[in-house]
């Protein structure tokens, strides 16, 4: 920490490292043992610190990044979750959520430059807190991606609207597979913004203390090199502009293309349920006005989930006994009614989120 940091910033916890250099203030997530999973303290100091420099005249630009070799941030600490769908309330988990995705939007309205350096895996939780920013780098070793169906949870911190809004069926595509996607991809799909060879993020940071962001971008952005995705938008768009997962997974079947196979094997060896949820959440976030109208609706999904089997029993199988073997319930796409999916959207009551500030469309 640094001299002129702020006292109200300096707490034992050093999930988060925060110091100011120059202009620039730096959050750098700091848990790369965990690969700097976000934990609910961490989501807090992070806050924290931005209502510190929003009204800091001395601060003119934020800078994310995340420590260790491997990557901005795996997501939340789904291991915490666990534990407390399985034995606790749910009310931990639901408290954790409430603060990240009033964090998430926070980032999105952010008044001075945020730079997040998505470096890295950037998955999850780490997208909430990169992707919603003013500026998104990512470099030749970005992996950037929402895993969710893959653990019985569904995209959240604002990624069903993120992903709602890349271009065709792209979006439906890594929602439903949880697909890892490059820079290029990331671009493409509207996720990130300026592409920087790794090697020059330190300089680039460095320059941050005394340059304008737009001033620095300009010296050290390049073209990212070529993706995927673009190449298989036919069988994209059309596969996953079906009404429903079984039908897209039977296009994805019949169509010619390998890739489109492989896609239907994928969506097979998800929850079942959180496909579908999934799907209804980005049909419906295309209608929503706003980001946090669609993080309303995803603390709704969310909160459902800590009282459905698949959440504990996805995370279980990837992360706590590591069989990769769930045991879905119910186990296919056909036994998912749409009264199943509905309970997800149903009305909190009391506890919303209340973000959006008005009823948003059921």
Not at 101 to 106: F, H, I, K, V
Not at 197 to 202: C, G, I, N, V
Request: proline share 6%; aromatic share 4%; net charge negative.
């Amino acid at each position: 920490m640094t001299s002129n940091e702020s006292p109200l910033l300096r707490q034992p916890e050093e999930a988060v490292l925060v110091r100011t250099e120059g202009r620039a203030a730096h959050l750098t997530l700091n848990r790369p043992r965990a690969l700097n999973a976000l934990t609910h303290p961490m989501v807090r100091r992070i806050d924290e610190a931005l209502t510190v420099w929003e009204h800091d005249p001395a601060v003119e630009t934020v800078v994310l990044t995340g420590a260790g070799e491997r990557g901005l941030c795996a997501g939340g600490d789904i291991r915490a979750i666990h534990g407390d769908a399985r034995d606790g309330d749910g009310t931990a988990s639901a408290a954790f959520w409430r603060d990240e995705y009033r964090l998430n939007a926070r980032i999105a309205r952010y008044p001075k430059p945020y730079v997040a350096v998505m470096d890295g895996i950037v998955m999850g939780g780490g997208v909430g807190v990169s992707a919603h920013a003013g500026v998104r780098i990512v470099t030749e070793r970005s992996r950037v991606a929402m895993p969710e169906t893959g653990i019985g949870f569904v995209p959240d911190v604002g990624g069903t609207r993120l992903l709602s809004r890349a271009p065709g069926e792209l979006g439906t595509h890594l929602a439903l597979t949880g697909a890892v996607v490059g820079a290029a991809d990331a671009q493409l799909c509207a996720l990130a913004d300026h592409f920087v060879p790794s090697e020059s993020l330190p300089k680039l940071t460095a320059e941050l203390a005394h340059a304008p962001v737009r001033e620095v971008l300009d010296r050290y952005a390049r073209q990212a090199p070529p993706g995927e995705l673009a190449a298989w938008r036919p069988w994209i768009d059309s596969c996953y502009a079906a009404d429903t997962v079984e039908e897209i997974v039977d296009r994805l079947l019949a169509d010619g293309d390998r890739a489109a196979k492989e896609a239907a094997g994928t969506l097979l060896a998800k929850s079942p349920t959180a496909l579908k949820v999934t799907l209804a959440a980005l049909r419906r976030a295309r209608h929503l006005g706003s980001l946090e109208q669609t993080l309303d609706q995803e603390y709704r999904v969310s909160c459902a989930a800590l009282t459905a089997p698949d959440l504990v029993e996805g995370i279980r199988a990837q992360v706590i006994d590591k069989d990769r073997d769930p045991r879905w319930s119910p186990a296919t796409l056909g036994e998912v009614t749409d009264a199943d999916v509905a309970r997800f959207f149903a009305p909190l009551g009391a506890r919303e989120l209340g973000l959006g500030g008005t009823e948003f469309a059921p």
